[in-house]
């Protein structure tokens, strides 16, 4: 426990939200502007805050120093333009963690729920996501934005943003799948039926058991996969605590049940894709990156649901256990994403 990491964590959780109700009221842009400059403090100025934090300062001193690296010709362009400056990592990350907010909030803005996104940002993992996993992390706010235009069938609006992602993170070549599968609708009961059964199936350890076999069946990579199988599992420490996975067990199948009034919206589908592919891919590392996509629609998805949707007692009970188990990551230094103890560079001048 860090007292100092759990007082800063409220206290800009507060603030936050509390500019999210000022504005929500009254629609002046002053108070985006300052939840903006508050949250590029926050993230933008971290220091050695995020389990990546490290290999991302590597992986700027690998092209400062004029070598090839694997990242995405996006995420390249971004650390060349910082290479030639005294500590230039320190830009790279202040740059993208200033865009990865700016469209999360306005995202927020579009669906008219900031106070409630604000809240959600911090309790709903995200805040720890982007302050670890940047590249992904900002490519999850350009589907947040982008997920409105396949909602109104501009699917090539929708394409031509996927695309320009894919500079960032190539994981988010996947998303050019929704395009075609946006039909899919189900009963809001069916999917808590199906998500009950994947978790079921991946307590008992089913999808770990069966998935290296079938894998193994196909010519050349099988045979690769054999060879590194221990490398492509989550690791204890990677998938967090088991309270982390029964907490959105139960989340996820407790917004099921109750999400008839949204059943028809396909980024509720969409989302309900992602909690079950979850359990089904829980114990895989690279195939549960891809799944965070569809799990992170959430944001919008919790958010809509209280304000338009459910009764006052059941949006507050959710709000609480959401609360609660925020709470518990911060004072216990949980979660899967490494961050804390928080430390800022402002601290150090």
């Known amino acids: 426990m860090d007292a100092i990491t759990i007082v800063i964590y409220n206290v800009v959780l507060t603030i936050c939200v509390s500019l999210g109700v000022f504005y929500d009221k009254s629609k002046d842009r002053i108070f985006l502007y300052i939840i903006v400059l508050l949250l590029f403090i926050f993230c933008g100025l971290r220091y050695y ?51 990865t907010i ?19 940002f911090f309790t709903a993992e995200y805040i720890f996501f982007i302050n670890d996993i940047i590249r992904q992390g900002f490519t999850i706010a350009m589907f947040l934005n982008s997920i409105i235009l396949l909602r109104n069938n501009n699917v090539i609006k929708y394409t031509i943003s996927t695309l320009s992602s894919i500079a960032i993170h190539y994981s988010a070549v996947v998303l050019l799948l929704c395009s075609f599968i946006k039909r899919v609708r189900l009963n809001n009961y069916v999917w808590a039926v199906i998500m009950t059964i994947a978790g079921i199936l991946y307590k008992l350890g089913f999808f770990k058991a069966v998935f290296p076999q079938l894998i193994a069946l196909i010519p050349y990579y099988g045979e690769r996969y054999s060879r590194i199988h221990d490398g492509v599992y989550m690791e204890e420490v990677e998938l967090g605590s088991g309270l982390g996975v029964l907490f959105k067990y139960i989340t996820y199948v407790f917004v099921a049940l109750n999400g008839k009034k949204m059943a028809s919206d396909i980024i509720f589908n969409f989302f309900m894709i992602g909690c079950v592919l979850n359990f089904v891919f829980l114990d895989f590392f690279l195939p549960l990156r891809i799944v965070e996509y569809l799990l992170y629609l959430k944001l919008i998805v919790y958010c809509v649901m209280i304000r338009s949707y459910w009764r006052i007692q059941t949006s507050v009970v959710f709000l609480c256990i959401h609360l609660i188990y925020f709470e518990y990551l911060v004072f216990t230094a949980g979660g899967k994403h490494g961050g804390f103890p928080y430390d800022n560079i402002l601290f150090y001048f």
């Open 49 to 99: 805050v995020g389990n990546d934090y490290e290999n991302y300062i590597d992986t700027f001193n690998t092209i400062k120093s004029g070598y090839d690296s694997y990242v995405e010709p996006g995420f390249y362009i971004l650390n060349k333009a910082f290479a030639s400056l005294p500590d230039g990592h320190f830009f790279v990350f202040a740059v993208i963690s200033f865009a």
């Open 102 to 120: 700016l469209l999360y909030v306005r995202m927020l803005v579009k669906f008219d729920i900031v106070a409630l996104g604000m809240f959600f």
